[in-house]
């Protein structure tokens, strides 16, 4: 065997599925590398026979039917091992230190296209990402058809080879947010990627921000929307979904299937989505504050109600709240994590059973039953999980200082919030700008 062939060997040798198997094509006699468990080789070989005698059949000669099967490389082992553990066959020519990089029948590793698991979608396009680059970045074709669509790719990682595609119109996207990316990924192209962690360090996010910079979607249909309106669309291979940059706050209450309803409905349900983020964020620090520190604040019946409702309780409404708010939170964990056979029902059981016996136990108050309900309902109203996670954790902060400083702490506590999210900026975009798109030119 050549030097090169050796090399290959010797970096992928230790695979069980890598294969070297002699042949001959066009009276050559060639090397077939690459991975089984990557490459259908039966189908492959048969297209291979096939396609050669049909260029043989137009007179071609041997050398230039090689560079038409595929992209002829001299001499570069790491551009070959590269290719085959991307799932490529490697001809190789013997005697000549040439080798064709060939694109072979795959196997079917890869899931169809399916609805969404994490979206729900009425009265809209339902087919979702899947884990395959290729395939999401022709869902996208398919929903824009325009020759202004740009496409950028990327291939990085050091020990874990990823593709990364940059999608934007151009003449709609700001030039700058489209550089300033490219130039990070270029930077960062021996990181590997495989999260959205590890996709923010490569960007040079920071890596304590509540508020994720990414808006995340599983539909095309929505990401072909953000693109329109200037956005920049991410896709990684082998995440089933999209991220879209910069992310904005607007984006928790408005979605782009909302539109397929009537304007005056259209409003009313962003305005509920705006009123179901203002319940998850004050409800439970209220309760706290009007019961622990400002019960004046209540008139005198109700006072006497919520008083009734708490009688028998035996500490404070700060651990009150605080306790079943993390019980809430297990429930919820524990209704994802679960096989859905089996989350319907543990979430009947902590819903139901479990806040009925707390409250008979006098260990909570009716009412505050009835508030974390609401609020837990209120919080689901918002779009996308990545928002409704930062809700979540942004309303202890509010029963914190509410039980410090009463309804006083509240308010600071939503004057903090707001600061906040005012102070954060995606690639010198306010979290808080209504709208980024621009003019076409």
């Known amino acids: 065997m050549e030097q090169i062939v050796l090399d290959i060997k010797k970096a992928l040798g230790g695979n069980d599925d890598f294969f070297i198997k002699r042949d001959y094509l066009l009276k050559k006699e060639v090397l077939l590398l690459g991975l089984s468990t990557l490459v259908d080789m039966t189908k492959t070989k048969t297209i291979l026979q096939k396609q050669s005698e049909g260029l043989i059949s137009q007179g071609k000669t041997s050398e230039s039917i090689f560079i038409l099967m595929g992209e002829l490389f001299e001499d570069d082992t790491k551009k070959a091992i590269t290719s085959v553990l991307e799932g490529k066959l490697i001809i190789y020519i013997e005697h000549t230190k040439k080798f064709i990089i060939y694109e072979p029948v795959p196997k079917g590793l890869n899931r169809s296209i399916e609805v969404p698991s994490n979206e729900s979608v009425i009265q809209g396009p339902s087919n979702s990402f899947t884990e395959d680059i290729d ?29 990364i595609s940059l999608l934007f119109i151009n003449g709609l996207v700001d030039k700058e947010l489209v550089e300033n990316i490219n130039s990070l990924i270029e930077k960062n192209k021996s990181m590997d990627i495989s999260n959205l962690q590890s996709m923010s360090k490569m960007l040079g996010f920071s890596s304590w921000d509540t508020v994720s910079k990414f808006n995340t979607t599983e539909l095309p249909f929505h990401a072909s929307q953000f693109l329109k309106k200037g956005r920049v669309v991410i896709l990684v291979d082998q995440l089933p979904f999209a991220l879209i940059l910069p992310n904005l706050l607007w984006d928790m209450f408005i979605v782009e299937s909302d539109r397929n309803f009537p304007f005056p409905i259209m409003i009313t349900i962003s305005c509920l989505r705006v009123i179901g983020a203002l319940i998850a964020l004050i409800s439970p620090g209220m309760y706290v504050a009007l019961v622990a520190v400002n019960p004046e604040a209540l008139q005198i019946e109700l006072a006497l109600s919520v008083a009734q ?52 136990a006098k260990l909570v108050s009716n009412l505050l ?4 309900a609401a609020t837990t309902i209120a919080n689901s109203t918002l779009v996308g999980a990545q928002s409704s996670l930062s809700i979540r954790s942004f309303k202890y902060i509010n029963v914190i200082l509410s039980s410090l400083f009463g309804v006083l702490g509240l308010v600071v506590g939503l004057v903090f919030i707001s600061s906040y999210l005012a102070s954060l900026t995606t690639f010198g975009k306010s979290y808080l700008y209504l709208n980024i798109g621009r003019k076409e030119q």
């Open 135 to 163: 395939t999401n970045i022709g869902l996208l074709r398919k929903q824009l058809t325009s020759n202004k669509l740009l496409v950028h790719s990327f291939t990085t990682g050091k020990n874990q080879k990823t593709k």
């Open 309 to 360: 409702s708490r009688e028998g309780v035996p500490y404070p409404a700060l651990v009150e709240v605080i306790i079943m708010l993390v019980v809430l939170e297990l429930i919820l964990e524990a209704s994802i994590r679960l096989p859905k056979s089996v989350g319907p029902t543990i979430t009947m059981v902590g819903g139901i059973i479990l806040g009925q016996a707390v409250v008979e």
């Open 369 to 372: 039953i009835i508030i974390l």
